[in-house]
């Protein structure tokens, strides 16, 4: 290879020489999407180049989206499949309210997610392969020997002590200064976020959400017999803040429910910046921001990425987590740090539920104290950004021409935009026959969008999985409208 390299110069620059070589290792398969490519030191000596060129070289390939860099990490080929095309935000004829009809399929689907006679390619559950399982097993049968009554008898909100230390010293992380006593222990992220919708609404309000969304919200939006307002949101940024602010100043809105990182299924990760405007923009005309940041953890960089409460000088946004995605869903161990809707979200738990189940609260919290957290953490996000680039050439391979995916750099979603004309929900029956489940596109939405997206689950990778998808890209082919 450094023999190839024609330093002279006189055909093409030495850096887009080196991109040349690099390009052609990616095109022969030798770095596959999702693979880290050599460091700029290792590529300089190996081509017998600068360290300048090889930086040139890198950023040509970005330019060209053939590579891609992630901060503290490396560079990584791209998948090659396009890119999800994003809304047309200047259409505002997307933005109107619209009350929710519970659908069986949701049920249905819901149901489904843990059938241990299906393979789970829609469901964004973890996969137990990837969770720390011998040693909270360990940990829970010592916290039960410890704490003997305290295991059986109520943990009362606002939940186990040593347990909410644990969440405010991570919370952290997100840029959140927090202390104990803001945090509310949940059952679960979904707990959290339908008491702050209690806390914030009444029947009838209208609630903004980003479009597509989360279909469990939906029906939980629903039978809060509130109206959803879908605010378009692209994979790149998330929620479009230009939309909302013109839904604001059109009508009254209650409060703002938003995954900001790595939502689901978008799998879009906001930028500091525009989770610094949404948090502006909604503290202006004094609507609550419920913030659920379940996927945060599950970055394919090194560093989790901030949340829109750390920009929260009002005490306005409501923050909401759990540790289901990374540790034990099972578990039902979430929390809620809700500035001013705190007393009310307390006071609301109390009288819904008492207490979160104490066992999981005390063995969680020995596990974030000694059951080395960031290095499982570092390890299931290898696992699925592995996944993640190897579903999407799968996809790429198997679907049919003109599919289209997201190409999130955290969490283990895949939303796939098939050519139109193939009904989703169609294929979720189709697929459901031969064994196979999978979220249909119109799920996420209230208004009829998504008719040929669907919901894919990167949480494992095996040959079955892949045979899944050749399946379903076969059964998406046969749906294809003749011409
Ligand atoms: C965005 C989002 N929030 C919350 C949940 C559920 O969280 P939990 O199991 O902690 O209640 C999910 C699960 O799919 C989710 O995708």
Redo the contacts with the bound molecule.
């Keep these: 290879m450094i023999n190839g390299l024609n330093k002279s110069g006189v055909t093409s620059l030495l850096y887009e020489q080196v991109a040349g070589e690099i390009a052609a290792l990616v095109e022969q398969g030798t770095f596959r999407a999702g693979d880290r490519l050599p460091s700029i030191r290792q590529l300089s000596t190996r081509f017998d180049v600068s360290i300048n060129t090889v930086m040139q070289a890198y950023a040509l390939l970005e330019d060209k989206r053939l590579i891609q860099a992630r901060p503290q990490s490396g560079y990584y080929v791209r998948s090659r499949v396009p890119e999800i095309r994003e809304p047309d935000l200047q259409s505002r004829s997307v933005i109107a309210p619209a009350t929710i009809t519970i659908s069986d399929l949701c049920h249905q689907v819901m149901r489904n997610m843990m059938r241990r006679d299906l393979l789970p390619l829609g469901s ?1 559950i973890p996969s137990a392969e990837n969770l720390p399982i011998d040693k909270l097993n360990r940990i829970m049968a010592s916290e039960l020997r410890k704490y003997g009554d305290h295991a059986v008898l109520y943990q009362m909100p606002p939940g186990y002590e040593r347990l909410r230390v644990q969440i405010a010293r991570r919370a952290l992380m997100a840029g959140i200064s927090s202390g104990p006593d803001d945090i509310l222990v949940t059952s ?4 959290a ?1 339908l008491l702050a919708l209690r806390a914030t609404c009444r029947a009838g309000d209208t609630i903004a959400v980003e479009s597509p969304f ?1 279909f ?2 939906m029906q939980m939006i629903a039978e809060l017999g509130l109206k959803a307002l879908e605010i378009p949101a692209t994979p790149r940024d998330g929620i479009s803040i230009e939309a909302l602010r013109y839904a604001i100043e059109q009508g009254r809105i209650s409060a703002c429910l938003v ?1 900001t990182n790595f ?2 299924p978008l799998g879009s990760l906001m930028p500091d910046e525009r989770k610094r405007e949404l948090v502006e923009l909604l503290v202006r005309h004094e609507i609550p921001l419920i913030e ?1 940041d ?2 945060g953890d599950l970055t394919f960089d090194n560093e989790r990425p901030g949340s829109a409460k750390s920009f929260d000088h009002s005490d306005l946004v409501i923050y909401c987590s ?1 540790f ?2 990374t540790i034990a ?1 099972g578990y ?1 161990v ?1 929390w809620a740090i809700a500035g001013r809707f705190q007393a009310e979200m307390e006071r609301l738990k109390l009288m819904m539920n008492i207490a979160s189940s104490s066992p999981p609260q005390l063995a969680m919290a020995e596990f974030l104290a000694t059951g080395g957290y960031d290095h499982h953490l570092r390890s299931i996000r290898r696992v699925h950004a592995r996944n993640i680039s190897q579903m999407a050439e799968a996809v790429a391979r198997y679907f049919p021409a003109g599919t289209r995916m997201t190409h999130p750099s955290g969490g283990f979603i895949l939303w796939v935009e098939m050519p139109e004309g193939i009904d989703a929900i169609q294929l979720y029956h189709r697929a459901l026959a031969q064994g196979i489940s999978i979220v249909p596109g119109p799920l996420f939405s209230l208004s009829g969008k998504y008719s040929h997206h669907i919901r894919l689950s990167a949480a494992q990778w095996n040959e079955k999985i892949e045979q899944g998808i050749m399946t379903l890209g076969t059964l998406a082919a046969e749906l294809l409208p003749r011409l």
């Design positions: 964004a679960g992220c979904v707990e976020v989360y469990n919200f995954v939502s689901n659920d379940i996927y759990s289901s995605k869903p039902r979430g």
